[in-house]
């Protein structure tokens, strides 16, 4: 199984970045995909997700509005449209599959892990 992100890098405050992930040794199209993320100092959180067909979103607080998250099932990518960025969306960002859309809130439920890219976002 691998998840590979790719697209994080340096951007300005109130700039959009694209941040993909490209899926490989499971069934992609049965899988709730989504990402999390991991500020410097600071626990993993989850930031978004979307089901397995992707009828179905969900996004945390902090990014509602802002972030949108898309999937291609023919291409096995998940990706993640990030706009109005602020400092505090600095961290690093991973790509995360799971057998539970609801249940990705909560980490335990993830089961598959990307290695995760790196996103600053400067003031």
């Known amino acids: 199984v691998q998840l590979v992100e790719s697209g994080g890098e340096l951007v300005q405050a109130g700039g959009s970045l694209r941040l993909s992930c490209q899926a490989s040794g499971f069934t992609f199209s049965v899988y709730a995909m989504g990402w999390v993320r991991r500020a410097p100092g600071k626990e993993r959180v989850f930031v978004a997700a979307i089901g397995s067909r992707g009828l179905s979103t969900n996004f945390a607080d902090s990014v509602k509005g802002r972030f949108t998250i898309s999937r291609d099932n023919a291409k096995k990518t998940l990706h993640l449209q990030m706009n109005s960025l602020k400092p505090e969306d600095t961290a690093v960002y991973y790509c995360?599959?799971?057998?539970?859309?609801?249940?990705?809130?909560?980490?335990?439920?993830?089961?598959?892990w990307g290695q995760g890219t790196p996103v600053t976002v400067s003031s």
């Open positions: 995360a599959a799971s057998q539970y859309f609801s249940g990705m809130t909560t980490l335990a439920n993830i089961k598959y």
